[in-house]
């Protein structure tokens, strides 16, 4: 700490604020989707390579931010020197299916959460050519945490930290700034030329170093660094409620009375007792429902609806059926009228403004949504660490011009 005030009075007494202003931070996003973290570091930040191998998502990503820099295909045919430049940060939000608890947990030997390797590749390449990023985030589902007894995650950690950098992460629930329940995984790193003076809190005092976090670090023998509680503030509570992202034009249509019905026959005893409990409130209250396959008691999987009135959106998912999309319904005693979520809601639910265009297919559009990052997130983490992070290498490099 001492070190850094020096070198700030250093600085200050040179009249050094940026050592290059006019330099906006350069990134790459891969697995970039309809570029969320594109949309979350906005003007402050130059991007200068995407890549996805969606050909739709790509399509919706050229649509918003441009095709110039990015690269439609799969990671794994990307040339080995792709990375081969000055970037300040290299941001990954690759495949989760096989960490998730709607997969098979196949984790990292799985076919989709296994291009990690492709994209590990191209940091090993360029970290030994000598363009190895200042930064690097790795967004992932907290299933990673616990897949293959925490080995998965470790893999992670420790071949990040083998190319040359502190590593940590934050367990980061999106209900913290949309009304959607979205915990995510946040591995950060930081190049080890780098200063990290107070960046680490030494311990995991802060409000995203959750206890599943805390217990798999105490539990990971095989952690072949010092893992880093990186520092960052408690975000202001996100004051938006659902009534603040319901749609007035919706792209989805009506249920019909007899389709109403059938959802609240299936609903689950505890959801019944939520619908009748928002009926007698007597006020409009927004409700949202899954439908999920659930073992009765003779141990057969039914499918069950399970309804919400707490304010918070369950998890967007990428619709692979009926049962995935979710549900909004609106209760005002007796009445009961219920839709799918339209685009544009499930676009809010992501932090995007409206501003942001979605492919007019409805399936399409809720794919980016639910394959997406939470935007609002990406811009806390560029305040609470990337921006502290590229100050102190800028620092370093003063000191030692």
Not at 41 to 52: E, F, I, T, Y
Not at 252 to 276: F, G, Q, Y
Not at 323 to 332: D, L, P, Y
């Amino acid at each position: 700490m001492l070190r850094w005030l020096r070198t700030c009075r250093l600085l200050n007494k040179l009249n050094v604020v940026n050592l290059d202003p006019a330099r906006k931070p350069n990134f790459a996003e891969f697995f970039a989707g309809g570029g969320m973290v594109h949309a979350a570091l906005g003007d402050r930040w130059n991007c200068v390579l995407a890549n996805d191998i969606d050909p739709m998502k790509c399509a919706v990503y050229s649509d918003n931010w441009g095709g110039a820099h990015l690269h439609e295909g799969d990671v794994a045919a990307l040339q080995s020197n792709v990375l081969n430049r000055e970037l300040d940060l290299v941001w990954a939000s690759s495949p989760c299916q096989d960490f998730s608890l709607a997969g098979k947990g196949q984790g990292l030997k799985g076919r989709r959460s296994g291009v990690f390797y492709h994209w590990m590749r191209l940091l090993t390449q360029s970290a030994k050519a000598g363009f190895a990023p200042k930064l690097i985030a790795f967004e992932n589902v907290t299933g990673l945490m616990t897949r293959a007894g925490g080995q998965d995650f470790t893999h992670v950690l420790n071949s990040i930290a083998a190319l040359g950098y502190r590593v940590g992460a934050l367990e980061i629930d999106a209900r913290h700034f949309v009304p959607q329940s979205r915990p995510r995984l946040f591995v950060i790193a930081l190049r080890k030329d780098i200063a990290i003076d107070g960046l680490d809190l030494g311990a995991p005092t802060g409000i995203f170093h959750t206890e599943k976090l805390r217990r798999y670090v105490n539990n990971a023998l095989e952690l072949k660094t010092d893992f880093i509680w990186w520092a960052h503030s408690s975000p202001e509570l996100s004051t938006n409620a659902m009534s603040d992202i319901v749609d007035r034009k919706p792209d989805t249509a009506w249920l019909s009375d007899a389709k109403v019905d059938a959802l609240l026959e299936m609903m689950s005893e505890p959801s019944a007792a939520r619908i009748a409990n928002a009926r007698r409130s007597g006020k409009r209250e927004i409700g949202l429902l899954y439908k999920r396959g659930r073992p009765d008691a003779m141990g057969k999987i039914r499918q069950r609806a399970e309804v919400r009135f707490d304010g918070i959106a369950g998890c967007l998912r990428t619709p692979a059926g009926g049962s995935s999309r979710q549900t909004i319904m609106f209760v005002k005693g007796n009445s009961v009228r219920a839709r799918l979520l339209s685009s544009k809601e499930a676009a809010r639910l992501m932090g995007l403004p409206d501003s942001y265009r979605m492919p007019t297919n409805y399936n399409s559009a809720y794919k980016v949504a639910g394959d997406g990052v939470v935007v609002p997130i990406v811009s806390y983490l560029d305040a609470q660490l990337f921006q502290p992070m590229l100050q102190n290498a800028a620092l370093n490099q003063a000191v030692s011009a």
